[in-house]
């Protein structure tokens, strides 16, 4: 199995514009979980999705993020318009049976420079 | 919220001195997970903890989950410099997702 898989691994960007990062979870995991980790507040859960379904986003900080999982096998986290603070470490992770019992298998992030 | 408090936030040791990192949480947890992220790596899984009291160990390192399951140390005996990396663990209550606590950063000087 290749893993959790994550694109673009790397994204400069100017403040303003729109920035879409992707993954796709190991086949069989049904639950997915993007992650955001920085300096200072260390790895956030943003939103993690149960079969497709989102099931808690509290940790999006606004409306300008947003998260889909349109089928099994690929989900995408949007943030329109960036700003400079949203520079960070975006890591995708996904498992089964969720976090209560099973281990996250993380991709390897997606490092995002909002300039 | 739910949080983990993990102390200390970075150790630097000699190489194979010993290193403990430990992990405090204000509620009971159903279980505990320990992952390694090495420098300009992601997270890796190491161990998960779920019985009270319980200690598991994997070759140097030896996990330990408090018997109020409120606690939990990973002790590492005589570090190597592969050791090198950010130990996080993190919790969570039936029902919710996994939440880090905010990891050790061990470095080791040979």
């Known amino acids: 199995d290749a893993g959790v898989i994550q694109s673009p691994r790397h994204e400069v960007t100017e403040m303003g514009q729109e920035v879409t990062l992707r993954c796709k979870p190991i086949?069989?995991?049904?639950?997915l979980f993007w992650y955001r980790q920085t300096m200072m507040r260390g790895l956030e859960l943003l939103i993690y999705f149960n079969n497709n379904v989102p099931i808690d986003d509290s940790g999006m900080p606004e409306d300008r993020f947003s998260a889909k999982m349109p089928n099994a096998s690929f989900s995408t986290l949007k943030i329109q318009p960036s700003e400079p603070r949203d520079s960070a470490v975006y890591f995708c992770?996904?498992?089964?049976?969720?976090?209560?019992?099973?281990?996250?298998?993380f991709g390897e992030g997606s490092r995002l420079t909002v300039l | 919220g739910q949080q983990v408090m993990q102390i200390p936030q970075y150790q630097h040791v000699q190489e194979g001195e010993d290193f403990t990192t430990y992990c405090n949480s204000s509620?009971?947890?159903?279980?505990i997970q320990w992952y390694k992220q090495r420098p300009g790596g992601h997270p890796v899984f190491l161990i998960q903890l779920v019985k009270s009291g319980e200690v598991k160990k994997q070759k140097r390192l030896t996990f330990q989950f408090g018997e109020a399951k409120k606690n939990s140390s990973l002790h590492i005996t005589a570090t190597q410099t592969t050791d090198v990396g950010t130990y996080f663990c993190?919790?969570?209550?039936?029902?919710?997702?996994?939440?880090f606590g905010k990891g050790t950063t061990l470095s080791v000087s040979s």
């Open positions: 509620t009971t947890l159903s279980n």
């Open positions: 993190a919790e969570n209550q039936a029902g919710t997702a996994l939440i």
């Open positions: 992770a996904s498992s089964f049976f969720g976090g209560n019992t099973g281990e996250l298998f």
């Open positions: 086949s069989g995991h049904d639950y």
